[in-house]
């Protein structure tokens, strides 16, 4: 029904859920602050980023708010098709990092980017299990062992259709105790040792650090995801948008994410 609405009531009816969303990623902010400004003549930009860009983005938004006193970087993380859908009900943004080009083009067929999307890496996936590995997983193949518990992502999430591309690519079939909507929902599982296994980005394993290991598997060659950034055409901050862009797409920028594990497009 809201799709159906014109585009000026989709924004203000959006405008509540924006809000809220972004408060309750309250952790992937960069402060405290809740209220949206800081201080007089403060801004505020809003980045919708796939909840796998959490930590790099975290980090590059510290060091954006650094280069531009007054500004606030606010972010969204979350599963990709999830925000996609958000921007284009209308809900406040001014950037938009997904963890697919298919992601993507759901806001670009909407004319809700302000220019083409830009590349700007890529990732692929791993299987992460406890430490102490119980189910003895080695390869892929080991996921189909019906006694183990395994996560995916959900399908139309960037992570669970590129797990499903792998295990195509290895005429496998691997039945999930669970679809999770974002990569860190599947991670968690494994971390809480509610799961076996899941199949995550790299990157995500290499973020937890000790608390997961993960596996290198032949058949995520088939499958690795190209990640678009793009400014949205109704961003309330365009200047600071393109100038957030260009740190994520500047030598700094390539710097952080391939030290997180992330690959060069």
Do not use: W
């Amino acid at each position: 029904m809201i799709e159906r609405l014109p585009r000026g009531v989709r924004v203000l009816l959006a405008a509540v859920l924006g809000t809220s969303l972004t408060l309750a990623a309250g952790c992937g902010s960069t402060d405290d602050d809740s209220s949206g400004s800081s201080g007089s003549g403060g801004k505020t930009l809003f980045v919708f980023a796939a909840a796998s860009l959490t930590e790099t983005f975290n980090s590059l938004g510290k060091t954006f708010e650094s280069s531009h006193p007054g500004v606030k970087v606010k972010f969204n993380f979350g599963g990709s098709s999830a925000l996609a859908q958000q921007i284009t009900q209308g809900a406040p943004a001014d950037v938009f990092a997904a963890a697919s080009p298919a992601t993507m083009k759901t806001v670009t067929d909407a004319k809700d980017t302000a220019g083409a999307p830009t590349t700007f890496v890529r990732n692929r996936l791993e299987i992460a299990v406890p430490p102490s590995n119980p189910g003895k997983v080695k390869t892929l193949n080991d996921l189909t062992n019906p006694k183990l518990k395994v996560v995916e992502c959900a399908p139309q999430v960037p992570c669970g259709a590129a797990a499903l591309k792998a295990l195509a690519a290895a005429g496998l079939k691997v039945k999930p105790v669970s679809q999770e909507q974002d990569v860190k929902a599947a991670l968690t599982k494994v971390q809480l040792n509610e799961a076996d296994a899941a199949l995550v980005y790299r990157t995500d394993v290499k973020s937890a650090g000790g608390k997961v290991t993960g596996i290198d598997f032949p058949e995520a060659a088939q499958a690795i995801n190209d990640y678009p950034i793009a400014t949205l055409a109704h961003a309330p901050q365009p200047a600071l948008a393109k100038e957030f862009v260009q740190l994520v797409l500047s030598g700094q920028g390539r710097s952080v994410l391939e030290q997180a594990g992330f690959e060069s497009p």
